[in-house]
C-alpha cells in the first residue's frame, strides 16, 4: 500500500490556466505536510508548507483536508516557469519523523 | 544560494569501491539529512542526524551506509562496497526539526560503473 499517492500526470495546461493537484495519504497520524517543486534533474526546493486552516502564497494556494487525507495545491494563472514536478511531502507523528515523499505531478505550462 | 553545499556534484565509481559524499551547512541549523533519488524515483529518506548523533534512519539506511560529521563542519555519507543499484541523485538537507521543512543541497550524481 503507497503511503504518499500522487497523479503522475503530466498536466498539460496554457499560460493562464488554474491548474489544481491533490495528494493522499494512508497515515492518519501524518501531522506535517509540504509541497517541494522540483525541476529536472535539481533538488526539491520547498514551495510551501501546509497547514490545517489552509495558507496562500501569492498564487498558490494549500489545503489540507483531515477527514479525506488529502492535501491539494492550487495553481492560478500558470506561468511557463511553473513548469515543474510538484512532490507532496508527508511528516508523521507519535515516535518515528522519517518524511514520506510522493512520486510527484509533472505539470507542463505551454504558451 | 544552496542552503547546503555538497562535493562533488557528480561522483563516478567502480563496483565495490566505497565512496563519501560531503556536504557543509551554509547555516547553522541542527538536524542534517540524507536523502536519495534514483534516477525516474522518488525522493527516499536515508538517515537524520541531531547533535553529532543519528536521530533516525530508514530501511535503506543498513550496514552498507554510516554518516559522520567528524569537524563539527562537514557532514558526510559513506556507502560502502557499491552496487550497480546504488547508482542515484544524493541530497543533502538541513532543518531546524524532524517535523519541519528541509531545504536541500544540490545534490551529488552518484554513478556506481
Redesign the interface.
Given at each position: 500500500r503507497k503511503e504518499v499517492e500522487q497523479d503522475p500526470g503530466p498536466f498539460n495546461v496554457p499560460e493562464g490556466a488554474t491548474v489544481a493537484f491533490n495528494c493522499t495519504y494512508s497515515n492518519s497520524a501524518s501531522?506535517?505536510f509540504?509541497w517541494y517543486r522540483?525541476d529536472c534533474?535539481?533538488?526539491?526546493?520547498?514551495l510551501m508548507?501546509v497547514y490545517s486552516s489552509g495558507n496562500e502564497d501569492g498564487r498558490f494556494t494549500a489545503q489540507l483536508n483531515r477527514a479525506s487525507q488529502y492535501i491539494s495545491l492550487l495553481i492560478r494563472d500558470s506561468k511557463l516557469s511553473d513548469s515543474a514536478t510538484y512532490?507532496c511531502v508527508v511528516?508523521p507523528?507519535g515516535g518515528?519523523?522519517?518524511?514520506?515523499?510522493?512520486?510527484?505531478t509533472s505539470l507542463i505550462v505551454h504558451p | 544560494e544552496p542552503e547546503v553545499t555538497q562535493t562533488p556534484s557528480h561522483q563516478v565509481t567502480q563496483m565495490g569501491q566505497e565512496v563519501i559524499l560531503r556536504c557543509v551547512p551554509i547555516s547553522n541549523h541542527l538536524y542534517f539529512y540524507w536523502y536519495r533519488q534514483i534516477l525516474g524515483q522518488k525522493v527516499e529518506f536515508l538517515v537524520s542526524f541531531y547533535n553529532n548523533e543519528i536521530s533516525e534512519k530508514s530501511e535503506i539506511f543498513d550496514d552498507q551506509f554510516s554518516v559522520e560529521r567528524p569537524d563539527g563542519s562537514n557532514f558526510t555519507l559513506k556507502i560502502r562496497s557499491t552496487k550497480l543499484e546504488d547508482s542515484a541523485m544524493y541530497f543533502c538537507a538541513r532543518g531546524q526539526a524532524m517535523n519541519t521543512e528541509a531545504f536541500f543541497g544540490q545534490g551529488t550524481r552518484l554513478t556506481v560503473v
Open positions: 501531522q506535517s509540504f522540483q534533474r535539481k533538488e526539491p526546493k520547498l508548507s512532490l511528516i507523528s518515528s519523523y522519517i518524511p514520506t515523499f510522493g512520486r510527484g | -
